[in-house]
């Protein structure tokens, strides 16, 4: 009796779990439309059907095909993830992908070894074991994003593939008493995992859509190259050429700035108007976010996205000097990658010479 209330309450957390994992990331995909948040939400929402399914025997049937299901949406949605975020699949993870068709008859001979059933063989385990497979390719998949999300992803592609792991003991063990709590205790764990990882992801900068109700013409513009270095006194020419442009720009001065313009205020004050959002100094990792983001939503529209910094020597303030100049760097080779446009005011008086012969040297 003691034994039957530990299975009912472990499976009734793990499918409290998977709802509020499903209505949350549900309610992500409603705000920003990315297809990979409605597909790890449908995912989780078969998860719960699998569980409540699998203790009626009318049912039983539907519960062994919605398990593989869920497999099915968490592999779809890791590779959308990756897609939206024009990010190659790493070959390493294709070529342990080749695997799986032999690994999955050798842990189905495991199971018949262990169990001697085969009718569980076939039915329970089989549902286990392509799910597990599915799953853990979807941990494999998502470890390409690592770079863009950071320890977001490093956990959720952890998380994901670990789920993906534990299916393969509770096809051996899952007709053995003692191991259905631990099973539905490392459920609700990983699930845990997963769902925070998946939610800081897509409350990030980079997971957001950036609006664009009409396409704007691209302005005719005198700029040659994708990086230009312009003293600030130039910056009004640039106003007036891509007036009418969404410019990313990142500014200490919002003044007489165009309405177009996507405006982050450069400061450590935790204001924000109605035009423009703040953004901390030392944040150059969100700032690097932020602009990813829109490079490549002003790609997929088949624009050149302009980004621009008026803070360069505010942000020196912050950061060292060999920072920053890799952090620029990097933005350099996004814009490059995207074909779009890098513009830097900096005033000569406001940083020493030598920072200005780097500066130049490594992005022009």
């Known amino acids: 009796m003691q034994d039957s209330l530990i299975v009912i309450a472990g499976a009734l957390i793990v499918m409290g779990i998977d709802v509020l994992a499903a209505l949350l990331i549900f309610s992500i995909y409603r705000k920003n439309r990315r297809t990979s948040a409605l597909l790890f939400s449908m995912a989780w929402l078969c998860d719960f059907l699998a569980i409540a399914t699998s203790s009626s025997l009318t049912l039983k049937p539907l519960g062994l095909l919605l398990l593989p299901l869920f497999s099915s949406f968490m592999f779809a949605a890791s590779f959308h993830l990756v897609e939206e975020e024009g990010v190659k699949i790493d070959k390493g993870t294709l070529k342990v992908l080749s695997t799986a068709p032999v690994a999955y008859m050798i842990y189905l001979l495991m199971v ?80 845990v995992l997963m769902t925070t990882a998946m939610v800081k992801i897509m409350r990030s900068e980079s997971f957001r859509r950036i609006p664009l109700q009409e396409l704007p013409q691209e302005p005719e513009t005198e700029l040659e190259s994708p990086v230009a270095i312009l003293h600030p006194e130039e910056l009004q ?117 030598h920072f200005i012969a780097q500066l130049r040297r490594i992005l022009l």
């Open 112 to 191: 018949y070894w262990y169990t001697q059933d085969p009718e569980w063989t076939a039915t329970a385990a089989a549902s286990l074991g392509i799910t597990g497979v599915f799953v853990t390719a979807s941990g494999l998949i998502v470890k390409n994003v690592v770079s863009i999300y950071q320890s977001a992803a490093k956990y959720l592609y952890i998380g994901i593939t670990l789920f993906g792991l534990h299916l393969i003991p509770a096809a051996l063990f899952g007709q053995e008493r003692w191991y259905i709590p631990i099973g539905f205790m490392l459920s609700a764990s990983l699930i």
């Open 237 to 353: 020419k640039i106003k007036e050429e891509f007036k009418d442009f969404p410019v990313l720009a990142f500014l200490r001065n919002t003044r007489d700035v165009p309405e177009a313009w996507r405006v982050y205020f450069m400061t450590t004050a935790p204001l924000s108007g109605e035009r423009e959002k703040t953004i901390g100094p030392t944040e150059l990792p969100r700032i690097g976010e932020i602009i990813y983001r829109y490079l490549q939503e002003m790609k997929s529209k088949n624009l050149r996205g302009v980004v621009l910094f008026d803070c360069i020597e505010y942000l020196l303030v912050y950061n060292s000097q060999e920072s920053l100049l890799k952090f620029l760097a990097k933005v350099r080779d996004f814009v490059v990658m995207s074909n779009g446009f890098l513009i830097l005011a900096v005033d000569p008086r406001g940083v020493e010479p």
